[in-house]
Structures are given as structure tokens and as C-alpha cells.
């Protein structure tokens, strides 16, 4: 099996050497040179973590060539670099080539799928609600991956692409994929968004001083209770449109097998098994903000307003995010405009993320 990764972060990184190790053929796309250089001169991906060791990787900065053959291609950017790798993508997918968005931000798999009707082409979009693996990049082509996740849960934009999908994942990464029933179950499954957005405001300053401290151990008592009543309004919309997804103490559970309890006990927990790691962001231009604000928390209080479902805590959030960094994170989200559902109803929302649209002219 050939696959593609587009990226070559943390996760890209991750990935391609989780993929290598196992004998699977792997090829690196990046918008340059830069964290890739080693790569290009022939050396291998080193990793360090809790996978330990060198594995091969082909690179190319040419997105068509990268993609050449490739069975199966990964997204592997944050959701602020979705659009400009999905129109980079889009015009050079095969209709046999499954592509998995690893992790899924404000229906970016919808805006792929829309990008391909463009051309009359259809192919597998699976959107995940998480990523692979968890991890930095340290150096040019190193990585230290902190985990590999045990478990994903991931939805195909069509229904009919469900099995393929499942068969080609499970051969890559094993019996770890929990089938969501659409594109809005996955999107609302993704529970870190709220969770760095609570993290964020009430660790502000440590952030802007550069200090160095644990993100576990800074979900503290109050930290966790709030992170409880953002994950209420989230469970309170996926109810709207008729879903069950996990609680943010479900998902602690299922990926780092933590004993069930409040959030703060289960931070606790993972904060003295992980000794301190991983530690929290040292800058305001971090991924907890920058990220996950404009491409989680934005797409969720547009959802609400579409359901008429009530999000204080969210439209407050947003609110004061945008007041500490003097920005407007909604006009930063340059995927939502192009989907045109501010007038649909959550009836039409859900049944376009359960057959994404249709080849032909741009709708």
C-alpha cells in the first residue's frame, strides 16, 4: 500500500513514521524545504517517544507528484492550513483515493467535497475527530510522539463510502475506528476545542510570559468545571441534531484509558502519569488559540445559532479570546464562508454532511 501525508508537523511526522513502521510505503508532502531538509538529503525520520527509532520516508514539494499512486492520502496540517492544502488537493484527486482528514475542523471535508463537485469528481472523504498520534516536531525530520491514539472516531462525507473507508483504515492503523453516523458527529465529537479554549483563558498568563508549566496540571478544580459546563452546550447542540457523541470525560477515558471522573481528577491523573508532559503553550500564537478558536469554537456557535441552541459560554469565550488578542477569530475561519449554510435549517446542515454535494457547477 502507497499513502500520501500532507504535512510534515508533529502529526505528519508522527504518522509517517508510525505508517513506515510497519512496512507501509510513505510519501511527505510540505509547502517547503523547511522541517523537511534532512529528508530531502536521504536521511530518515528519527523518532523518539513511545515510538523509539528510524524509519524511511520519500518527500516532495509538489503536491500532484506527491499524491502520484498514493491508495489512501492524510491531511495532516491544523485546521488554519485545511483550505490552502485542500486547493492545492483537490484538483489532482483520483476518484480511487481515499483521503482522511486527520483531525476534521469546521467541515473542512465538506469544503473538500464541495472543491471536487467543482470538477464533476467524487472520491472517499473521511473526516476524523481527532488525530492519529499525538506529537511535536523537535528538529528537521525528528519528532517526539507522546501517543498513538486507541481510538478515532471518523465519518465518510457519503455513506456508501463507510466499508471501503473502514477496510483501508483498519489495515493502516488497526481496530482503533469507531464509526460516527455523519460529518456533523465527528465535528461534534472533537472535544478539544472547548477544552483549549477554557485552558487558554484561565493560563493566559503564563502563556504571554513564556513560563513553563503542565497543560495537564493547568486544569485545575475550576479550570475542570468549566470545561464541564462548555462541554454541556456541546452535548446540548449534538442533541439538536438528533446525536449521541462522547463526553469530554469518554473521550479522556477511551484515548488515555484514565479512570472516569471529573475532568480536574482525570487532568490530575494524566499530569502525574505523563510527569508534568506535555507543557502548556509558552506563546500566544499557539495552535490551543490560533487553531482551535477560529476553526472549533467558531464553527460551534454558528451551529447553535442554525439549531437554536443557546451557547453562552462559547459566544463568551469567543468573546473575550477576541478582546485578549485584539482580533476577530470568526473573520479568520476561511472555510465556514464558502458553504453558504448561515440560511440553512439544522435539517438541511445535517443532510448535506450526510452526502456533502453533488458534482457539477459551483452550487
Not at 6 to 28: H, P
Not at 304 to 310: E, M
Amino acid at each position: 500500500m502507497k499513502v500520501a501525508i500532507l504535512g510534515a508537523g508533529g502529526v505528519g511526522l508522527g504518522m509517517a513514521a508510525l505508517m513506515s513502521s510497519k512496512n507501509i510505503d510513505v510519501r511527505l508532502w510540505a509547502p517547503s524545504s523547511t522541517g523537511v531538509q534532512t529528508l530531502l538529503d536521504g536521511k530518515p525520520i528519527v523518532s523518539t517517544g513511545v515510538l523509539e527509532g528510524e524509519f524511511r520516508a520519500s518527500v516532495n514539494l509538489d503536491m500532484a507528484k506527491a499524491i502520484e499512486g498514493a491508495d489512501a492520502i492524510f491531511v495532516a496540517v491544523p485546521g488554519n492550513g485545511h483550505k490552502t492544502v485542500i486547493d492545492l488537493l483537490a484538483p489532482h484527486v483520483r476518484p480511487d483515493q481515499l483521503i482522511a482528514i486527520s483531525s476534521h475542523m469546521s467541515l473542512s471535508a465538506l469544503y473538500l467535497s464541495r472543491q471536487l463537485s467543482h470538477r464533476d469528481a467524487v472520491c472517499p472523504i473521511s473526516a476524523w475527530a481527532t488525530t492519529a498520534v499525538a506529537g511535536r516536531r523537535t528538529n528537521p525530520g525528528e519528532v517526539h510522539m507522546a501517543s498513538v491514539r486507541q481510538h478515532i472516531v471518523a465519518s465518510t462525507v457519503r455513506p456508501e463510502d463507510n466499508e471501503n473507508a473502514a477496510l483501508v483504515l483498519t489495515r493502516i492503523f488497526g481496530d482503533v475506528f469507531e464509526p460516527a453516523s455523519d460529518v456533523m458527529a465527528a465535528t461534534l465529537t472533537n472535544v478539544n476545542p472547548a477544552t483549549h479554549l477554557a485552558v487558554s483563558l484561565c493560563n493566559l498568563t503564563r502563556m504571554e510570559y513564556g513560563e513553563e508549566w503542565g497543560s495537564y496540571r493547568g486544569i485545575s478544580s475550576a479550570v475542570g468545571r468549566l470545561i464541564e459546563r462548555l462541554d454541556g452546550e456541546r452535548l446540548s447542540l449534538a442533541s439538536r441534531f438528533g446525536l449521541s457523541v462522547q463526553t469530554v470525560q469518554e473521550h479522556l477515558h477511551e484515548s488515555f484509558g484514565l479512570p472516569l471522573g471529573s475532568v480536574a481528577e482525570m487532568a490530575a491523573e494524566q499530569d502525574i502519569r505523563r510527569n508534568g508532559a506535555p507543557t502548556g503553550p509558552t506563546t500566544l500564537e499557539h495552535r490551543y488559540v490560533t487553531e482551535d478558536v477560529p476553526f472549533g469554537i467558531v464553527p460551534l456557535v454558528k451551529f447553535g445559532k442554525i439549531a437554536g441552541v443557546a451557547m453562552p459560554l462559547h459566544d463568551a469565550g469567543l468573546a473575550l479570546i477576541g478582546a485578549l488578542y485584539g482580533r476577530s477569530f470568526v473573520a479568520e475561519n476561511d472555510i465556514l464562508p464558502h458553504l453558504d449554510i448561515d440560511n440553512m435549517n439544522p435539517e438541511e446542515l445535517l443532510a448535506l454532511c450526510r452526502r456533502g454535494y453533488s458534482p457539477g457547477p459551483p452550487q
